[in-house]
């Protein structure tokens, strides 16, 4: 959940404002070539593939480009192709996304890195690398770290997108770090390998599970050792943050406040491919608006889990981003309407962590702004709100027939999309006296309207130490008043 769930909205619908990021790294032209496979080969045991169809998309650092283009930042990418025919649609791709790419140098001395892969009934089958890991010549590197450090001037945030095929390998790492210090930009990193020290200086390092592993010699299978491992080495590298990608466990983000979990948005995954792209490019963005850190972990992970759901490399886009936040908001509104056991089990957890829970009950048939009104203020005499809604059958009883309006799951939906309602729970009887005496609120709140010797409840929250406290309520604003002026005159 978003701590700032509108201003990370705004910075998604306003694109970021804009920000300009540079990329740096290993590109690729990733291909596919899919199609049907309905039988085996009479020449060898090997599946026969009917092709189908043929495309390529950007890859490697390419793809973390497309990522930020698609958020709509402004980007330049920097890095290296080979001489040939990849590096030639690499290009075109490139060109057909409108990337700024003058600063992506052809190298005759090295093939494009490139990766196809065989797709048979929407399954991967095989994949073919043709690539060279080696580092740069130095000739070369220099090359590429002239054409980068121009393009760092007047950028926001720079990324350096490592995919261990021989671009980041030499001094150009540690050069572009140590120019972007000394004009105060931010410098994220998708690293590889096992020496992270070429890393040193950086803002943020966005290692997976097992390429923490791998760099700080620890178990991937012990998460808190790893962990810890982690926050060590992000001292000894001088980093101000790792944020640690966990798969289904969601993230970590290790900082100087210590170990920050963030969990997994649970998503239907059809292909992983590129997701780690979309990370850091969801960090980045965040980064260059200012968001929360913890907000922009979620984001970041929020984008993965949209990119996930596609088939092959894929990037995110605004809309795409945009229309899972509001899901997701949706979700946790929903997930606010509890029965009482799992309401009795959410409000022990919150008094275990020292939060005050108000209680407060009612029909909220027709939600009007006295309502509205009436559960800020209660809100605001706690950390947490719980109300109690009547249910259909409760409302009749109380307000006669025709009553209510709304039906109970409209109410209490409408009710769990305020933001100053934690919870709600339904009761069938006449009073709220079970769920009170359930749920033992530090706090009972309702309406002036009461003495306090009328409120049901009263009572056993004062023995449990609790308080009463009267709620103003907003004049001549009343659901019965709005339904008396929606009836004909002649039913009044």
């Given at each position: 959940m978003f701590r700032e769930p509108q201003r990370v909205l705004a910075a998604v619908r306003g694109c970021f404002g804009g920000a300009r990021v540079l990329v740096v790294g290993d590109l690729m032209l990733d291909r596919y070539l899919s199609g049907d496979v309905g039988r085996i080969s009479p020449e060898a045991p090997v599946p026969v593939l009917k092709l189908g169809g043929e495309r390529a998309v950007a890859g490697g650092a390419a793809?973390?480009?497309?990522?930020?283009?698609?958020?709509?930042?402004?980007v330049a990418l920097a890095g290296v192709r080979g001489d040939d025919a990849d590096g030639a649609a690499l290009l075109g791709l490139l060109?057909?996304?409108?990337?700024?790419?003058?600063?992506?140098l052809a190298d005759a001395e090295r093939p494009t890195t490139s990766k196809t892969r065989i797709v048979g009934n929407r399954q991967q089958m095989l994949r073919i690398d043709a690539e060279d890991t080696a580092a740069l010549a130095p000739p070369m590197a220099d090359a590429l770290g002239a054409a980068a450090l121009a393009r760092l001037d007047g950028v926001d945030v720079l990324v350096l997108s490592d995919y261990a095929k021989g671009v980041l390998a030499g001094p150009l790492c540690a050069r572009l770090i140590d120019a972007a210090a000394a004009r105060g930009l931010p410098v994220l990193v998708d690293p590889k390998g096992r020496d992270f020290s070429r890393y040193r200086g950086a803002?943020?390092?966005?290692?997976?599970?097992?390429?923490?592993?791998?760099?700080?010699?620890?178990?991937a299978a012990d998460l808190d050792g790893l962990l810890a491992r982690a926050q060590q080495l992000r001292g000894d590298l001088g980093l101000v943050q790792l944020v640690v990608t966990l798969g289904e466990l969601g993230m970590a983000l290790v900082d100087a406040g210590g170990i920050t979990r963030v969990p997994a948005v649970a998503r239907e995954v059809f292909d992983v491919s590129g997701a780690g792209d979309t990370v850091i490019a969801g960090i980045a963005a965040g980064r260059a608006a200012g968001l929360d850190p913890v907000d922009t972990a979620h984001l970041a992970n929020l984008a993965a889990g949209v990119v996930v759901g596609h088939r092959g490399t894929a990037a995110v886009s605004a809309e795409e981003l945009a229309a899972a936040i509001s899901g997701e908001a949706a979700l946790e509104q929903a997930a606010k309407i509890r029965d009482l056991s799992?309401?009795?089990?959410?409000?022990?957890a919150w008094r275990a962590a020292g939060e005050r829970v108000v209680f407060t009950n009612g029909c909220f048939d027709l939600l009007h702004v006295g309502h509205v009104t009436y559960l800020e203020h209660a809100r605001r005499c706690g950390d947490r709100?719980?109300?109690?809604?009547?249910?259909?059958?409760?409302?009749?009883?109380?307000?006669?027939?025709?009553r209510p309006v709304i039906g109970e799951q409209d109410r209490a939906r409408v009710l769990a999309a305020l933001a100053a309602v934690d919870g709600v729970v339904l009761f069938d009887a006449d009073t709220p006296i079970a769920l009170i005496r359930a749920l033992r609120?530090?706090?009972?709140?309702?309406?002036?309207?009461?003495?306090?010797d009328e409120v049901v409840g009263a009572a056993e929250v004062k023995a449990g130490g609790g308080q009463v406290v009267l709620v103003p309520l907003v004049a001549e604003h009343s659901t019965s008043a709005i339904v008396g002026r929606m009836r004909p005159n002649d039913e009044r």
């Amino acid at each position: 959940m978003f701590r700032e769930p509108q201003r990370v909205l705004a910075a998604v619908r306003g694109c970021f404002g804009g920000a300009r990021v540079l990329v740096v790294g290993d590109l690729m032209l990733d291909r596919y070539l899919s199609g049907d496979v309905g039988r085996i080969s009479p020449e060898a045991p090997v599946p026969v593939l009917k092709l189908g169809g043929e495309r390529a998309v950007a890859g490697g650092a390419a793809n973390v480009a497309r990522n930020l283009l698609g958020l709509g930042l402004r980007v330049a990418l920097a890095g290296v192709r080979g001489d040939d025919a990849d590096g030639a649609a690499l290009l075109g791709l490139l060109d057909a996304a409108g990337m700024d790419h003058a600063a992506v140098l052809a190298d005759a001395e090295r093939p494009t890195t490139s990766k196809t892969r065989i797709v048979g009934n929407r399954q991967q089958m095989l994949r073919i690398d043709a690539e060279d890991t080696a580092a740069l010549a130095p000739p070369m590197a220099d090359a590429l770290g002239a054409a980068a450090l121009a393009r760092l001037d007047g950028v926001d945030v720079l990324v350096l997108s490592d995919y261990a095929k021989g671009v980041l390998a030499g001094p150009l790492c540690a050069r572009l770090i140590d120019a972007a210090a000394a004009r105060g930009l931010p410098v994220l990193v998708d690293p590889k390998g096992r020496d992270f020290s070429r890393y040193r200086g950086a803002t943020v390092l966005t290692p997976n599970r097992a390429e923490l592993a791998l760099a700080a010699g620890a178990d991937a299978a012990d998460l808190d050792g790893l962990l810890a491992r982690a926050q060590q080495l992000r001292g000894d590298l001088g980093l101000v943050q790792l944020v640690v990608t966990l798969g289904e466990l969601g993230m970590a983000l290790v900082d100087a406040g210590g170990i920050t979990r963030v969990p997994a948005v649970a998503r239907e995954v059809f292909d992983v491919s590129g997701a780690g792209d979309t990370v850091i490019a969801g960090i980045a963005a965040g980064r260059a608006a200012g968001l929360d850190p913890v907000d922009t972990a979620h984001l970041a992970n929020l984008a993965a889990g949209v990119v996930v759901g596609h088939r092959g490399t894929a990037a995110v886009s605004a809309e795409e981003l945009a229309a899972a936040i509001s899901g997701e908001a949706a979700l946790e509104q929903a997930a606010k309407i509890r029965d009482l056991s799992a309401m009795r089990a959410q409000v022990d957890a919150w008094r275990a962590a020292g939060e005050r829970v108000v209680f407060t009950n009612g029909c909220f048939d027709l939600l009007h702004v006295g309502h509205v009104t009436y559960l800020e203020h209660a809100r605001r005499c706690g950390d947490r709100l719980v109300v109690g809604l009547n249910t259909d059958r409760s409302v009749r009883a109380l307000k006669g027939a025709g009553r209510p309006v709304i039906g109970e799951q409209d109410r209490a939906r409408v009710l769990a999309a305020l933001a100053a309602v934690d919870g709600v729970v339904l009761f069938d009887a006449d009073t709220p006296i079970a769920l009170i005496r359930a749920l033992r609120p530090d706090v009972l709140a309702k309406g002036a309207d009461y003495r306090e010797d009328e409120v049901v409840g009263a009572a056993e929250v004062k023995a449990g130490g609790g308080q009463v406290v009267l709620v103003p309520l907003v004049a001549e604003h009343s659901t019965s008043a709005i339904v008396g002026r929606m009836r004909p005159n002649d039913e009044r």
